[in-house]
């Protein structure tokens, strides 16, 4: 009966929006792995299997996880890696190094990563060695087991794998795949890209030794399914605590998915993206407006989280500058239509913005020239404008040409929202465009 009572609890709204907080948070950010992987059970399957092969039965392999960003390949290999380590015989067998390209941007950094991580610095010590593929023989040959009848089985993750391609004669590549298909040690590399022309840039002779297993995540997602997914990543568990709380909340969450402007909305991010992450930051910003005033997500919250996902960052950028550095902006717009997009240098720009002043009596708009080069400097470190390419370093600075990263709109949205923007400014503004 007690246990009944405890599982029909019913909690202060205050705590049950916290868990809700706590709950949703750790889905969107991904530090929790789901249970189930869906829509790549194949993909899942044929990674384990290849893994186990090597972790329980000594067999070398290598392997490339090929897919867009936010497809899930990350989390495919974490979930292997999870249910494969669940096994007993795994668990005291395999060792894993995981190598990233933007980190270990050459081959002796990754080599001492790949020390470090199977805690071989004591064993190699100030040893001298004549080459990497000596280095690796070293470190794999440590790791022979108190018998020496076999080696300890290593996995080898090269997330950014297309970045590795770049290193000085792919040295870490080849060595690593050499390895895995002679009967050296038992070792499986998992390469992860983005990349689908990730072959084209290996070399013959690594290409060689590579097995040119690709496991491909290409999303076939269609807008249903990513409105379940919608439905599945707001709603809570049935181990809520509180039964009824929850009982309401995924009842609003249906009610929510069902709203045709809720839908509008979505579809317009599925048509942007199919990315999961950009959905997760869609609905992070979604549960940032629930609080115990309002503990539900209404269509309303989804619309204003959808504006902000598809702000322009630019056009915001805007909305910091100086008046003085807004004037320039406008002058340059000014610029482009008169020459058709032609490029500009600073003493066009000021030549521009004197015509503007002329026709005004009060000289509250007077700046000094080193003034209007410091805006005007001050705009290129925004990269609101970028020098023509080829133009010639040796060039005075007032008159390097340039050219405006910005477009009609995005000037005019941002002039509506200036802070107190003076009426003078956006008439000259408008007449500028027409």
């Keep these: 009966m007690s246990k009944r009572k405890a599982r029909d609890a019913h909690l202060p709204v205050g705590e049950c929006i916290k868990q809700v907080q706590q709950i949703l948070r750790e889905r969107f950010c991904e530090r929790r792995l789901p249970d189930r992987l869906e829509g790549v059970e194949a993909q899942y399957k044929h990674l384990l299997e290849l893994l186990r092969r090597t972790a329980i039965h000594g067999e070398s392999n290598s392997v490339l996880i090929v897919g867009p960003r936010g497809a899930g390949k990350t989390t495919l ?58 280095n690796l023989a070293f470190l794999l040959e440590a790791l022979k087991k108190g018998n020496r009848s076999s080696s300890c089985p290593v996995l ?14 792919q040295t870490l590549l080849y060595n690593l795949f050499d390895v895995s298909q002679s009967a050296q040690a038992p070792i499986a590399v998992v390469g992860v890209t983005c990349r689908l022309d990730v072959l084209e840039l290996l070399e013959k002779r690594v290409k060689s030794r590579f097995s040119h297993r690709q496991i491909h995540l290409l999303s076939s997602l269609n807008f249903t399914q990513y409105l379940e997914r919608v439905w599945t990543q707001l709603s809570l568990p049935d181990s809520f605590p509180d039964k009824k709380f929850a009982q309401e909340w995924n009842a609003g969450v249906k009610t929510l998915c069902e709203d045709k402007s809720v ?33 539900t997500i209404k269509p309303a919250d989804l619309l204003e989280a959808s ?84 133009s010639s370093a040796k060039v005075q600075r007032e008159y390097q040409l340039m050219r405006l990263t910005l477009d009609h709109s995005q000037i005019m949205e941002a002039l509506q929202k200036y802070p107190q923007c003076p009426t003078d400014i956006k008439q000259w503004a408008m007449s500028a465009f027409g």
Excluded: W
């Design 307 to 390: 504006r902000m996902c598809f702000a322009d960052a630019t056009a915001n950028m805007l909305h910091g500058l100086s008046i003085l550095e807004l004037c320039l902006v406008i002058a340059m717009k000014h610029l482009n239509d008169v020459y058709e997009g032609e490029p500009f240098n600073l003493q066009m720009v000021h030549n521009e913005f004197k015509k503007f002043l002329h026709r005004k009596s009060n000289s509250m708009y007077n700046f000094e020239q080193p003034v209007v080069m410091k805006a005007f400097e001050h705009l290129q470190q925004l990269e609101l404008i970028r020098p023509v390419d080829g």
């Design 156 to 169: 080898f993750v090269l997330d950014e794998f297309d970045l590795f391609a770049h290193h000085k004669n």
């Design 77 to 134: 290999l974490q979930c292997v890696l999870r249910d494969l380590q669940k096994e007993e015989k795994v668990q005291k067998n395999l060792l894993q190094v995981h190598l990233n390209g933007l980190l270990q941007t050459d081959d002796r950094i990754a080599l001492k990563e790949i020390t470090r991580q199977l805690h071989l610095e004591n064993v190699v010590g100030d040893k001298v060695f004549g080459s990497f593929a000596e």
């Design 263 to 295: 839908e509008e909305v979505l579809q317009r991010h599925f048509n942007s993206s199919k990315d999961f992450r950009s959905l997760h930051m869609l609905l992070m910003l979604c549960l940032s407006r629930v609080s115990v005033a309002k503990p």
